[in-house]
């Protein structure tokens, strides 16, 4: 008899724990309509006393209904009841609005904020381009006077093996140089086509 008792308790409970569980999962939301400022009554009745009046465009969460009457919670957690005529499940023009220019607003900060990244990086790659143009500018200008000297040794007639290797050695890495100038512009050309076409 006591485990027959003790099992009924237990299914009861249960029962009662679900069917609480499934009134707040249903709970809706409502919004005051447009262009009115409403009572939150005590009890669901015309005459019933005020507890706070709301604006338009208030967010309420509906958690019963009687007597045309909706029981309801506001978001600061005070509970009324409010006419179901003043209700409506979507935000008002106002609000929906408000909400888009917040929304706009967000978009707006991160669209700026990816404008000022993009202007650090393209003053960077301004700064690497001076620095390149005056490496290729001092290059040509050894490579012209390496070109006026090998001229006067051909003249003097003195290009001997003994000059040979050094000459090699630094056409060589002229060659280099040259052969990453060449690399690195592609390559800026390529971050140049990136940023959609900037030159920089």
């Given amino acids: 008899m006591k485990s027959l008792l003790k099992i009924v308790t237990t299914i009861t409970t249960t029962t009662v724990l679900l069917l609480l569980s499934f009134s707040h999962v249903s709970a809706e939301t409502a919004y005051i309509i447009d262009n009115i400022r409403v009572g939150l009554r005590d009890a669901p009745e015309g005459n019933a006393d005020k507890i706070i009046v709301m604006d338009s465009g208030t967010k309420l969460e509906i958690i019963g209904s009687k007597n045309g009457y909706n029981q309801v919670k506001t978001e600061s957690g005070r509970e009324g ?10 935000p008002t023009a106002a609000l929906q609005l408000q909400l888009k220019e917040v929304e706009f607003n967000q978009q707006l900060q ?3 904020e990816e404008l000022d990244k993009f202007q650090d990086q393209n003053e ?6 001076l620095k390149l143009e005056g490496i290729i500018s001092q290059l040509r200008e050894d490579n012209h006077n390496l070109t006026l000297e090998m001229d006067d040794i051909k003249s003097k007639g003195i290009f001997t093996s003994e000059y040979r290797l050094p000459i090699i050695l630094v056409t060589f890495v002229l060659f280099i140089l040259v052969g990453f100038i060449a690399g690195y512009s592609l390559y800026h050309q390529k971050v140049t086509k990136r940023f959609g076409g900037l030159n920089v």
């Fill in 124 to 129: 960077q790659i301004q700064n690497l381009n």
């Fill in 81 to 90: 009841w409010v006419s179901a005529v003043y209700l409506q499940n979507e």
């Fill in 110 to 112: 991160i669209l700026k």
